[in-house]
């Protein structure tokens, strides 16, 4: 298939800068063409957000997102980077991905546009480079569902199926998905320049990283100190949204923390029914180590291994760049402790600061606990009084506790106020893993109209609809037992 470019077919306005850096940070290379595209989810709003205009007919569109045929300006490149996998450091890369481009919006906003699944590169190891249509359809949906919940995310323009099979346990419908995010460097990236003991490299890499996200930065002393900084207090505000409305990212290795702040990378991912802080989907998480409780401690360590890479950098006596370092890692559990109790304190409506604060919200924990509650409707139920799981308004500590959270809400602030925080920070809806497996399900059978469904009420999480209450059910007993897989 011809892999000439086609300038007419779509408005991108690319400006490469990643594919200026030296060649150790890349390769340069198309994606793999595939036999048959054709395009089944089109995300028209991020398009118009991007300022990006497509041509309407879906036969250029299936060429274009799969990579068969690529815009004026693309630069197409895989990135190389480390990651540690479950605590094991290994040499890694873009193993089935390829950014197209850097797009600049209207607005000035830089973003990178990168297929997902279109084949292998020089970082695949023993892949074929390829994906299959679920994997890329829940990555569609919960990356979608997350941008409507206020959570910081890589997003997704388009699907297409391939016209391929690709073979797993059984053989797969394969699929490519366009993937927007506001780059794709990570942890693992610093980890990869650190590794190659390449001290230039790294300050460039820096320096890059801050001209991107960060230019405030620019004129500040030590530029690598205050990247640090930044990006814990990046990651730190993420992990408590993830646990604000239940998500369970199931692999947080280094090469899958973004240094924007965005989350990414959605493979054994899903969200809490019950709430149990040892919670885990994740079919090759044996151990707990990415259980829902487990994630501060997790990013904590990932930012550890960050701090580490920058250690030629933090500087120029070695130990005191690395008593820098570990210092900073220290004052992590203060930070995540006060941005935790915040975002707590907004789900129940808690607008003072008060001494029982802190007892308000580990009691309530306690009892979810206690009583096997689901997590986001009982947050809800503070706001409308219903819960569809009785145990917990049973339990005589509960109505206890109840009386005192009422009491607090009613005479120490504003009501009003407090209930409409409240709205802002609790969803009524999240993606229910059995919803998102049944709309996949029936996607990968030729009925759309459960993921479509889906699809439109998760892009209004906060907007209760007394019609919508079977979205706001948890899995029955049979829908329990579930596991998640990196769709690999």
Same mark, same amino acid.
């Given at each position: 298939?011809?892999?000439?470019?086609?300038? =007419?077919?779509?408005?991108?306005?690319?400006?490469?800068?990643? *594919?200026?850096?030296?060649?150790?940070? @890349? #390769?340069?290379?198309?994606?793999?063409?595939?036999?048959?595209?054709? &395009?089944?989810?089109?995300?028209?709003?991020? @398009?118009?957000?991007?300022?990006?205009?497509?041509?309407?007919?879906?036969?250029?569109?299936?060429?274009?997102?799969?990579?068969?045929?690529?815009?004026?300006?693309?630069?197409?490149?895989?990135? /190389?980077?480390?990651?540690?996998?479950?605590?094991?450091?290994?040499?890694?890369?873009?193993?089935?991905?390829?950014?197209?481009?850097?797009?600049? $919006?209207?607005?000035?906003?830089?973003?990178?546009?990168?297929?997902?699944?279109?084949?292998?590169?020089?970082?695949?190891?023993?892949?074929?480079?390829? /994906? %299959?249509?679920?994997?890329?359809?829940?990555?569609?949906?919960?990356?979608?569902?997350?941008? *409507?919940?206020?959570?910081?995310?890589?997003?997704?323009? *388009?699907?297409? $199926?391939?016209?391929?099979?690709?073979?797993?346990?059984?053989?797969?419908?394969?699929?490519?998905?366009?993937?927007?995010? /506001?780059?794709?460097?990570?942890?693992?990236?610093?980890?990869?320049?650190?590794?190659?003991?390449?001290?230039?490299? &790294?300050? #460039?890499?820096?320096?890059?990283?801050?001209?991107?996200?960060?230019?405030?930065?620019?004129?500040?002393?030590?530029?690598?100190?205050?990247?640090?900084?930044?990006?814990?207090?990046?990651?730190?505000? &993420?992990?408590?949204?993830?646990?604000?409305?239940?998500?369970?990212?199931?692999?947080?290795?280094? =090469?899958?923390?973004?240094?924007?702040?965005?989350?990414?990378?959605?493979?054994?991912?899903?969200?809490?029914?019950?709430?149990?802080?040892?919670?885990?989907?994740?079919?090759?998480?044996?151990?707990?180590?990415?259980?829902?409780?487990?994630?501060?401690?997790?990013?904590?360590?990932?930012?550890?291994?960050? @701090?580490?890479?920058?250690?030629?950098?933090?500087?120029?006596?070695?130990?005191?760049?690395?008593?820098?370092?570990?210092?900073?890692?220290?004052?992590?559990?203060?930070?995540? %402790?006060?941005?935790?109790?915040?975002?707590?304190?907004?789900?129940?409506?808690l607008i003072t600061n008060e001494t029982d604060d802190k007892i308000l919200i580990e009691k309530i924990l306690s009892l979810m606990l206690k009583n096997q509650s689901d997590y986001t409707n009982t947050f809800r139920y503070l706001i409308n009084g219903k819960l569809p799981q009785e145990k917990l308004l049973n339990d005589p500590e509960f109505l206890e506790w109840e009386k005192v959270w009422k009491k607090r809400i009613e005479t120490n602030q504003n009501k009003e106020s407090a209930m409409e925080m409240m709205m802002k920070t609790n969803p009524a809806y999240i993606p229910r893993n059995h919803k998102v497996e049944e709309a996949i399900q029936y996607y990968e059978k030729g009925e759309d109209a459960s993921f479509k469904k889906l699809?439109?009420?998760?892009?209004?999480?906060?907007?209760? =609809?007394?019609?919508?209450?079977?979205?706001?059910?948890?899995?029955?007993?049979?829908?329990?037992?579930?596991? #998640?897989?990196?769709?690999?």
């Amino acid at each position: 298939m011809s892999k000439d470019l086609v300038p =007419d077919m779509i408005e991108f306005n690319f400006d490469n800068t990643y *594919a200026k850096l030296p060649e150790i940070m @890349a #390769t340069k290379l198309a994606p793999i063409p595939v036999k048959n595209p054709k &395009l089944i989810i089109f995300n028209e709003s991020l @398009a118009k957000e991007l300022g990006i205009h497509f041509s309407k007919n879906e036969n250029e569109l299936a060429k274009l997102f799969s990579g068969n045929e690529l815009p004026s300006g693309s630069e197409p490149l895989a990135q /190389a980077y480390c990651g540690h996998q479950f605590g094991h450091f290994v040499m890694l890369g873009d193993g089935r991905a390829i950014v197209l481009g850097e797009h600049i $919006t209207p607005g000035k906003k830089r973003f990178d546009i990168q297929f997902k699944g279109s084949g292998k590169t020089p970082y695949s190891r023993m892949g074929d480079g390829r /994906a %299959a249509l679920g994997p890329m359809l829940r990555e569609y949906l919960i990356s979608e569902a997350m941008h *409507a919940l206020h959570i910081p995310t890589t997003r997704s323009l *388009a699907v297409v $199926t391939t016209g391929e099979e690709i073979l797993r346990e059984t053989k797969l419908k394969g699929a490519i998905l366009t993937r927007v995010a /506001a780059s794709h460097i990570r942890i693992g990236t610093f980890q990869y320049v650190a590794a190659k003991k390449d001290v230039k490299m &790294l300050s #460039t890499l820096v320096d890059y990283t801050i001209q991107r996200h960060f230019p405030d930065l620019l004129k500040v002393t030590n530029r690598s100190i205050a990247l640090l900084k930044r990006v814990t207090d990046l990651q730190v505000k &993420l992990i408590c949204d993830w646990m604000r409305v239940s998500f369970i990212h199931g692999v947080m290795n280094t =090469d899958n923390v973004s240094i924007a702040g965005e989350t990414i990378d959605f493979g054994p991912c899903a969200f809490m029914d019950q709430y149990d802080p040892k919670t885990v989907f994740s079919s090759i998480d044996h151990y707990g180590r990415y259980s829902f409780g487990n994630q501060p401690v997790i990013i904590q360590w990932n930012l550890a291994r960050f @701090a580490e890479s920058l250690i030629p950098l933090l500087d120029s006596d070695e130990e005191k760049a690395i008593r820098i370092g570990e210092e900073h890692i220290d004052s992590f559990d203060n930070l995540f %402790a006060n941005h935790f109790h915040e975002m707590m304190k907004q789900k129940l409506g808690l607008i003072t600061n008060e001494t029982d604060d802190k007892i308000l919200i580990e009691k309530i924990l306690s009892l979810m606990l206690k009583n096997q509650s689901d997590y986001t409707n009982t947050f809800r139920y503070l706001i409308n009084g219903k819960l569809p799981q009785e145990k917990l308004l049973n339990d005589p500590e509960f109505l206890e506790w109840e009386k005192v959270w009422k009491k607090r809400i009613e005479t120490n602030q504003n009501k009003e106020s407090a209930m409409e925080m409240m709205m802002k920070t609790n969803p009524a809806y999240i993606p229910r893993n059995h919803k998102v497996e049944e709309a996949i399900q029936y996607y990968e059978k030729g009925e759309d109209a459960s993921f479509k469904k889906l699809l439109r009420v998760l892009q209004h999480p906060y907007q209760e =609809d007394v019609d919508l209450t079977d979205y706001q059910k948890p899995s029955s007993p049979s829908e329990k037992v579930y596991k #998640t897989f990196c769709g690999t």
